[in-house]
């Protein structure tokens, strides 16, 4: 199959926006062409905006024509995940309670990515809330995994995941809890970024002054998802956490030595259940590749013994926060993702969120402490290889019972309590077949130099057959 | 004629500079004022001389070789008792810690002492900061140097006393419901409350919040803002509110055209408890300014769920640091402190979570409202200082106050804005002791706050009635 406009990277197709040899009005067609082909199979792209779409594209090619500044995305098509308010399109955060919500404007990370030139071409699938790592609702049903759609392609950006594998479009949005951006890159074979707190601003998101919940980009290389991430990054007094930008993140990711880079390799992050098959397929495909360090060691962070009580206690503040009104209200409306962790968060005492609040400055302590002898951590995407999408989580790990829904993610929730930026990048395939990625992290404000590490990590994988970004079978989708 | 300590700290760090002073003339000079009316102050707590003198030599030295001394350079600098000071013993006003002598300076105060800052001493502080007062078992009470009868306010207030007396140029304080603020104001000195994270710690207990900061003291708005381009903009790994930012600018501050500034003022933000007499006294002096704004009107923002919110976080915070203390020595810790703590025991995380919600919300308001104006007025303190024998009133305007933070509304509800606040003197309120202003700036807009401040400054000064007040050292001697 010849390649198509709809699958160049971004940063190519940037490029040749920008010199006139592809139009944007070509390359929207293009990405459009590719959503009908495609996604009856797979369901990611649940709303769209084709018709605008295609009008802003002629905008923006005339822009091209009259010499005008273009940004940093001028032409570009982007999803945006349906957790997102995008003005004048359909906005359901994956719940019934809001299934004919049209918002009449842009959040801010959104505004700020049209405001670079991008083209918003739909709303990618999110379970409801973005609550859990299966992209199901009941608004649009289940998207479904581009390497075998009767599997799930995990979320909650699990539609931002599927439309990047499927080249639907070149870039999307993603958010990050526990994971929701870094385990669907993995499950798909795409590059999810996880920022540090306040790097992408989220107005009114967070009920708390709390970073847990974190706006990223998402796409098929690491350049691209930087692309992004310069489009969205602002200082927004909406966000109690932004801040000033900072301007490492300008920066070429090209460029580094990875022989100068020191890297501790983990398949578990010492206290995470990951399955057997995956950890075997960590060993190997690191096996290729930790010799390209000036140093490659087995060392993982001390998070302590109580990290998943941790978790639970902020989890359960964050839902109560957000859904105890909701619960009250519309529980016939909810699922059951959200109604447990809602339930189980009004279990915790005061006595919980205080230790919690301790505990959570000490973990993050131990894990800045870590890097006076690492550069970055490297640990598994996901713990498992992906899973029927009939099944709501993983009950089981290794024959062992899961204690929460929420406990098969821990590989990606333990990262996030120590406040690290992680970026997850594909390498290669799991013992099933499967798309599998790797997590590459660092400490909070250590972005620019993660996504060098992860761009590096990325240009020695590429010309190597078990390592480099797997590619869907768009012709199975095709039927 | 007033002594070498009385001179102001950008004066006295420009005379370093030019070898016209000594740091050593300067510390012997500050020495000397302590040792004259910290006897009945009682603000400096623990006094590091010796250490200081032999700083002050090797400053003198560097500075006669030529060196770059460092922004504040020679400046003796107090520092509140619950700050790590190596070598120098710090109680943080507690039993539980009364002969702690730290083998290592936290990290805000390597930055001040790489900014060539003398430490000069510990100023007194309430047990573990609780509260808006300056006593503690371990020191004593801290007096008020208008009416040695009277608090000086608190937590930080034996900062603000010492720099009221003139004991130091410069102190440090730190702030979670007013406590820069509060006592700048009883004592008539300038406390800035900067945002979350500007002066970054490493020694935080509880990371994600915004209560506590760190911030500077002075006794003017030029001195406040030069001790803050030492401390602020030096991010920690450990300080998930910290971001490095260039503040050397700071430390030369240009005022800023009252004329053009848009500004809101609020006697009580509508709800919170403030004393009539304080009413009046607010509406009085901001009546001989007003019209020089561009625009003033009396306007606040909505301050519904605000006192509840900031008492539950504050109780679950207190649960975190304090519980295991208040079981094992309850009968070692004050009041407040167990109190505090222990008000949290009958509250619930859904209690938690709503009390989030509300802030979240307050949060979403104010900064809505600071659209529309560049800077919002507000009464420093809700009543005078009270007596050190009969204690905080229990009711202001013959209302009740239900716990010892209700009367603070004023101060916290900025406090959870994660807005610049800055303390400034306004002559004395009808009970003589000195009455100030709280200025609120825009988020992240301590350079407007300061530049503005140090204009309004200037106008009141220019007014005995409006003067920064001085109070009488023979009394204290």
Known sequence: MTQELCDLTATDARRLIGTKEISPVDLVDSCIARVEAVDGAVNCMVARAFDRAREEAKVAEQAVVDGDDLGLLHGLPVGIKDLEATEGLRTTYGSLIYKDNVPAADQGAVGNVRAEGAIVLGKTNTPEFGAGANTKNRVYGATGNPFNPVLTCAGSSGGSAVALATGMVPLASGSDYGGSLRTPAGFCGVVGFRPSPGTVPAEGKAPALMPWSQLGPMARTVKDAHLML???????????????????????????????????????????????????????????????????????PDFGADIHRLFEIFRGMTFVGAHQERLRNHKDLLGPNVIDNTERGLKITMEDVGWGLVEQARVMRRYVDFFQHADVVICPAASVSPFPHEQLYVGEINGEKMPTYMRWLAISYVPTMALACSAVIPCGVDHKGMPFGIQVMGPNGSDALVLAVAHALEQYFKDKADLKRPVPDLKKLRA | MPDLCDLSAVELRRMIGAREISPVELVESCLARIAAVNGTVNAVVAIDAEGALKRARELETAIARGDDPGLLAGLPVGIKDLVNTKGIRTTYGSLLHKDFVPDRDDDQIVRLKNAGAIILGKTNTPEFGSGANTTNRVYGATTNPFDPARTPGGSSGGSAAALACSMVPLAQGSDTGGSLRAPATWSGVVGFRPRPGAVATDRRTLPLTYFSVQGPMGRSVADTALLYSAQAGGAHPFDPMGFPFDAAGFADLRPLGLAGLRVAFSEDLGAAPVDDGIKRVFRARTGKFRHLFKEARDAHPDIAGVRDAFWVLRCVYYM??????????????????????????????????????????WYDRFQAFMEDVDLLILPGNAYPPYRLDTGAPKAINGKPMENYMDASLIRSALTLTGNPVLALPCGLDETGAPFGFQIAGRRHGEADLLRAALALETLLNADPETARPIPNLEKLQ
């Open chain 2, 320 to 361: 975190a640091y304090h519980k295991d203390r208040v079981e094992k020595h309850r009968d070692l810790l004050s009041p407040n402190v167990v109190m505090n703590t222990e008000a949290g025991y009958d509250m619930s995380l859904a209690d938690v979570a709503a009390a989030e919600v509300a802030w979240r919300q």
């Open chain 1, 230 to 300: 310069q489009a969205q990054v602002d200082d927004d007094r909406r966000d109690p956490f932004s801040h000033a930008v900072d301007p490492r993140l300008f920066d070429s990711v090209e460029g580094l030595d990875l022989g100068s880079i020191r890297a501790a390799l983990t398949p578990d992050l010492g206290c995470c259940p990951v399955d057997d098959g995956i950890r075997k397929t960590f060993e190997a495909r690191t096996k290729a590749f930790r010799g390209v360090f000036a140093d490659a060691g087995d060392a993982a």
